[in-house]
């Protein structure tokens, strides 16, 4: 098997002396897509922002793409990985094509524009754009940035929350395609198809890893109840 793209070991985080995360091991490749599941206040959103490197106080190791990331610098990091919180904002209110400037791809960035069904919004500021609309946006954005996906690493927060239906739908699709092609997704999520449509479930619960494996592994009555606690 390849080395992991993501290898982290004994990860731990700490807020105010209480645990968030405790001693998370977990290796990604290259091809997988890794649902992250749990109650909110699992740890989910935490452990994604420890393996973009927005957690400087995080204890453990963590590699990417073989290099401990306290080795590799923001700019470097840029090229190979890229994070979407949650609730993504923009502090220039852009037209939805001057937004797809901020990608070092606006062309692939157009590609996943269309994709979301926003072609006739291209012209838009961001703030006349529903929730929705503007999730699909950024989403385009985080598509896009990363370029040829090969050995790329997305890590997506919650990426069908504030979505309809099909674009939900959209979301799980691109993230089938972006593994195929030789990515790695991470993504958090209560979105139960989404995490059924991934190759792989990691459930957490009060910052430890429960149980990992396959959907047809992991979803039991018990954790479909766990996925949809919110």
Same mark, same amino acid.
Do not use: M
């Given at each position: 098997m390849s080395n992991p793209l993501i290898q982290c070991r004994q990860l731990s985080v700490e807020q105010q002396s209480s645990p968030i995360l405790n001693d998370i091991n977990l290796e990604v490749f290259s091809g997988q897509s890794l649902a992250i599941v749990g109650?909110?206040?699992?740890?989910?959103?935490? *452990?994604?922002?420890? +393996?973009?490197?927005?957690? $400087?106080? @995080?204890?453990?190791?963590?590699?990417?793409?073989?290099?401990?990331? &306290?080795?590799?610098?923001?700019?470097?990091?840029?090229?190979?990985?890229?994070?979407?919180?949650?609730?993504?904002?923009c502090a220039w209110d852009f037209t939805v094509?001057?937004?797809g400037e901020l990608s070092m791809h606006p062309d692939l960035f157009e590609h996943w524009i269309s994709?979301?069904?926003?072609?006739?919004?291209?012209g838009s500021p961001l703030s006349q754009l529903s929730g929705g609309e503007r999730k699909s946006v950024h989403l385009s954005l985080a598509f896009s940035v990363l370029g040829n996906? *090969?050995?790329?690493? +997305?890590?997506?927060?919650? $990426?069908? @929350?504030?979505?309809?239906?099909?674009?939900?739908?959209?979301?799980? &699709?691109?993230?089938?395609?972006?593994?195929?092609a030789g990515a790695a997704v991470l993504c958090t999520t209560?979105?139960?198809?989404?995490?059924?449509?991934?190759?792989?479930?990691?459930?957490?619960?009060?910052?430890?890893?429960?149980?990992?494996?396959?959907?047809?592994?992991?979803?039991?009555?018990?954790?479909?109840?766990?996925i949809g606690n919110k």
């Open positions: 109650p909110n206040g699992a740890g989910k959103t935490t *452990l994604l922002r420890s +393996l973009a490197g927005l957690i $400087p106080h @995080a204890r453990g190791e963590i590699n990417i793409r073989g290099k401990n990331i &306290l080795n590799i610098s923001p700019k470097t990091l840029s090229e190979f990985l890229s994070y979407l919180p949650q609730n993504p904002t094509r001057d937004f994709r979301f069904k926003l072609n006739g919004k291209l996906p *090969l050995q790329k690493i +997305l890590l997506l927060d919650e $990426p069908t @929350a504030a979505l309809d239906h099909d674009r939900a739908l959209l979301v799980a &699709l691109a993230i089938k395609e972006f593994t195929e209560h979105d139960l198809p989404l995490a059924q449509s991934c190759k792989e479930i990691l459930v957490l619960d009060a910052g430890r890893v429960i149980k990992k494996g396959s959907p047809n592994d992991i979803l039991t009555a018990d954790l479909i109840k766990l």
